[in-house]
């Protein structure tokens, strides 16, 4: 077994009912993300368009966060998952440096790396992530890459062509591919970002990360 | 996370938004600077007893005591850095072997067990024994060379970060390292190295500090042909925020022990070469902090 995501874009909304959903179901804490939804301005007014893309953890096949780990804190389960064992975690934070998706953090309460483990105490359970259970539009779609019968084998078949990964000059094989992105959902040096958040005023930023 | 303080209520508001950060900061710059002295003043320890064994015997002792102190900082700063420090055993009893932190920790484990063997001969035993800490220094010169690279392997085992290349890098910790022990021994030396060390260890710290510079170089200007990670990252140094800083870290690691060795070695000023290893130690934390920092700022996701 082989577990996998996909993404179709062309379906996201970007209400992110995904990631307060996964929020609520990891308990991550305010200032991390297990999954986030990115979204990206483009065009100039009034021609302009809202881009929503759902980042997550890509659960590599050639992980460097697993081959990084000092003490086999992120390792890969039956299943294809890449999971955290946050009781060995030591928080050096090389996982950090690792991943060129930026999805593992170090967790400011427990001091130790975490990111998405696709719910991998609800699969044990037979359970479908939470992410994927709040979608309205099912543009989250999960389950066995082995499987030719399963919806996301399925949905890989019919969209050849248009399915894409991140970054996949990295050579790490993600498990998590995208329908009818582009440069712009998938690139972080596509678009420019501003500093921070600039609805208001006056901001002071708080310690991030934990001690750091 | 960010939060504003509202005049009217003294509520805070709390906004959940994502801000990139530098997870490894000074610490790390730390390490790095303080594994240069610890390995490096080995490597030329090992030299000069095998070129001058008549008149550096002396530095036996001061030498492994530097080594030793160094190296502990090294750990120490290593240690401070983890988030969960009081599980570092667990690098030992749950070793992952792909891990270049995992081979570092047992590489350096053994490094400083040699390090304490030889101060216990030259310093503790009954005969003062110089042949067995020869013999040991041996060893460890050549663990000292694992010990200095596996920071190399780290960087190279970071994917994410594109500026960190491991054939450049590992280049790079060799040089801090005889750049680090050469201005050390000059510093620890004294007056009391003839002319012909003084102009050695003057040509290993000019020459350390040269070829390091001719790769920080390189990568500045060739280094984003290859990468637009790489281009994005060199703008934080070319223009961006730690643009002085970068060049301070050349200039006094790099440039200024150059021209002075260079005038030290004309003139036979011992004093011109004591200031370049005193430039070249504090410029290399600036260099190796700037390099260890900028990648870090770039965006991810």
Same mark, same amino acid.
């Given at each position: ?5 996909l ?29 986030r939804?990115?979204y990206v301005?483009?065009?100039s ?5 809202r ?7 890509n ?8 081959r ?7 390792h ?9 064992d946050?009781?060995r ?7 950090v ?34 992410c994927?259970?709040?979608c309205?539009?099912?543009?989250n ?41 582009g440069?712009?959902q998938?690139?972080?040096l ?12 006056k ?10 | ?20 950060g ?6 790390i ?71 270049a932190?995992? *081979?570092?920790?047992?590489?350096? %484990? ?7 063997? #030889? /101060?216990?001969? @030259?310093? $503790? ?58 201005a ?27 070829s ?16 637009e ?5 060199l703008?934080? *140094?070319?223009?961006?925020?730690? %643009? ?7 200039? #006094? /690691?790099?440039? @200024?022990? $150059? ?43």
């Amino acid at each position: 077994m082989q577990l996998g995501f996909l993404v179709d874009l062309r379906l996201c909304m970007g209400c992110k009912g995904c990631e307060i959903a996964c929020k609520v179901e990891n308990e991550v804490p305010l200032s991390t993300w297990r999954l986030r939804v990115k979204y990206v301005d483009v065009g100039s007014f009034p021609e302009t368009r809202r881009t929503f893309t759902p980042l997550r953890c890509n659960h590599c096949a050639n992980a460097p966060c697993e081959r990084i780990c000092p003490v086999s804190a992120l390792h890969y389960i039956e299943n294809g998952i890449v999971n955290i064992d946050k009781e060995r975690c030591i928080g050096c934070a090389g996982c950090v440096m690792a991943c060129p998706y930026g999805a593992i953090y170090i967790d400011p309460q427990t001091q130790t790396a975490d990111k998405c483990t696709y719910c991998a105490h609800r699969i044990a359970s037979s359970m479908m992530p939470s992410c994927v259970v709040a979608c309205p539009v099912e543009a989250n779609i999960f389950g066995d890459l082995d499987d030719p019968l399963s919806n996301i084998s399925k949905y890989i078949q019919q969209h050849q062509g248009n399915v894409q990964v991140r970054k996949p000059e990295k050579g790490t094989d993600p498990h998590h591919f995208y329908v009818g992105g582009g440069n712009v959902q998938l690139n972080p040096l596509a678009s420019f970002r501003g500093e921070g958040h600039n609805l208001f005023n006056k901001l002071t930023h708080l310690p991030l990360g934990g001690h750091h | 996370m960010v939060h504003e303080a509202i005049a009217a209520t003294n509520a805070i508001v709390v906004l959940d938004v994502p801000l990139p950060g530098i997870v490894w900061g000074w610490i790390i710059t730390m390490n790095m600077w303080a594994k240069s002295i610890g390995t490096g003043i080995i490597f030329i320890t090992f030299f000069l007893l095998k070129k001058y064994p008549e008149e550096t015997g002396f530095i036996r002792f001061p030498a492994v005591v530097v080594s030793i102190v160094f190296i502990h900082l090294f750990l120490f700063f290593t240690v401070i850095d983890l988030h969960q420090m009081f599980r570092f055993w667990h690098i030992f009893f749950y070793p992952h072997m792909t891990s270049a932190i995992t *081979i570092g920790a047992w590489m350096a %484990t053994g490094f400083v067990g040699l390090l304490l063997a #030889m /101060a216990y001969f @030259i310093y $503790m035993h009954p005969r003062k024994d110089k042949e067995m800490y020869d013999k040991l220094l041996g060893y460890t010169v050549i663990l000292a060379i694992p010990v200095t690279l596996y920071t190399a392997g780290l960087m190279a085992q970071s994917t994410a970060r594109e500026l960190w290349q491991m054939p450049t890098e590992s280049a790079q910790m060799i040089l801090a390292a005889l750049l680090a022990g050469s201005a050390t021994m000059i510093l620890l030396g004294g007056n009391r190295f003839n002319n012909r060390i003084k102009k050695d260890l003057g040509l290993i710290l000019g020459l350390s500090a040269f070829s390091a510079f001719i790769l920080y170089m390189a990568e500045y200007i060739f280094g984003g042909m290859k990468a637009e990670e790489v281009i994005a990252t060199l703008e934080f *140094i070319k223009g961006g925020e730690y %643009t002085i800083m970068f060049w301070i870290g050349q200039v #006094m /690691a790099f440039i @200024i022990p $150059m021209v002075l060795v260079c005038l030290s070695i004309k003139k036979e000023s011992y004093y011109l070469l004591k200031i370049a290893a005193v430039s070249a130690l504090v410029g290399l934390w600036v260099a190796k902090h700037v390099w260890l920092v900028i990648p870090q700022l770039l965006n991810m996701s």
